[in-house]
């Protein structure tokens, strides 16, 4: 992923070894919605060619949620995880 010149733009600050990691909400299970995006089903391009496993210890604090705090929290955990040296794609 980091070889895709949009992915690198986004996340200048990246810091080697940290991961590339993708922020997106949904309203299904993340185990299988990570299966529908790996499935291409409404999939994100980068989820599709290079996700690996999710990474629960991120977001699972942060579930259920009414939509409303979902859409806001989508943004300020990418802001977050990219202040901490992640490189984040957000959809």
């Known amino acids: 992923m980091w070889n895709e010149p949009r992915f690198r733009k986004a996340n200048p600050d ?23 995006h790996k499935a291409g089903i409404r999939a994100n391009r980068f989820v599709f060619r290079y996700g690996v496993r999710l990474l629960p210890a991120l977001y699972e604090v942060y579930n259920p949620m ?10 300020e955990l990418a802001i977050a995880l990219r202040e901490a040296g992640y490189a984040v794609w957000q959809a």
């Open 66 to 75: 009414p939509y409303r705090a979902a859409c806001e929290m989508e943004v």
């Open 14 to 36: 990246h810091r080697l070894g940290m991961p590339l990691v993708y922020v997106g909400m949904t309203g299904t299970d993340p185990d299988r919605r990570f299966d529908q």
